[in-house]
C-alpha cells in the first residue's frame, strides 16, 4: 500500500458507493414489493435516514417516488445530492441526525437497510429515531428497517468482506468483530478499505462501535414507540415471498413497521 490512514470509508463516497452500491437490485425490488403490498396507503414520498450516498434513493425516484434523505456525513449528503440532479431530481438530501429531526411534509415509507441503525449507540438514541420515524409516516406508512440480531443461540457472524471494481478502480473492504460486550450492548468492528488505481494504493484503517440487539430487545424498542408496530419479518435475501420468523440464531432481519 502506498498509503495508509485511520479514516472512515463514509468520506469517501465514491469508495462507499462502488462497494456497496453495486449490489442494488434485489434491495430495489424488495423495497417496491414492501411498498405496493404492504403499506395501508399508496406510497409515493420515501424518506431515507442515513442515507449515505443514496444509492436507492435516485433509482426510487426513477421509478417516480418522491424521495428524500439525511445523512450526518456532509461528503456523502454532497455525493448523493449532485447524483439525484445529475439524474434531473431535486437535491432533497441534507446533513442531519437521524435521531432528531423533522421533516416538512409527512412521507408514506422510509427505508434504512443495511444496518446503519445500529450505529445509534444508545437506546435514547435508538428510540428517539424509532420516535422520529414515527411523527414523519402517514398514517399506514412503512419503515423498512434491515439490521444484524445477535443470535442468542449459535456464534454470530464475526466476518464479513466486500470488493468492487469498477474499469481501474478497485475497492476491497473486510469488516470483523473486534469484541462484543453484550453487558453494555456494545459491538466494535475493526474495518479496512483498500482501494486500487492504476496510480496509488491507499487503505483506510477505521473503528465502528455498533448497538446490540436481540429479537426481544429489539422488539421491546418497538413496543415503546406506540405508534408503530411490526407488520412482517424477512430477511437479506430481500425475498418478498418468503417472509421469516424470527429464532433464537436469527441473525439477518429486515422488519416491516408500520405506523398504526
Ligand atoms: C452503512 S452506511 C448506509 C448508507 C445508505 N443507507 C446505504 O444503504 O447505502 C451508514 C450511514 O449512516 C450514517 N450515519 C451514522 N450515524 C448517523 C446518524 N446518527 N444520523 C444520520 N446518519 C448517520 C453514516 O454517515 C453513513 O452514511
Redesign the pocket.
Known sequence: MNQVIQASL?DYPKY?DLV??SDWKAEFDFLVACFENLAGRTVRRVF??????G??MYRLAKAGCEVSG????PR?VDYCNRRLERHGFPASAFV????DFRLPRKVDAAF?????FR??VSGR?AQDHLQCIANCLNKGGLYVLGFHLTPTVGQPLEEESWSARRGHLCVNTYMWTAERNLRRREERLGMTCDVYTPTKTLRLNEEIIFRTYTKRQFEKLVSDVPELEIAKVFDFHYEFENPVELGPETEDAVFILRKR
Open positions: 463514509y462507499y456497496y452500491g431515507e435516514p442515513a442515507c449515505g450516498t444509492r436507492l439525511l445523512d450526518l456525513n456523502a442531519g441526525d437521524m435521531a434504512n437497510t443495511i444496518g446503519s450505529h445509534l438514541a
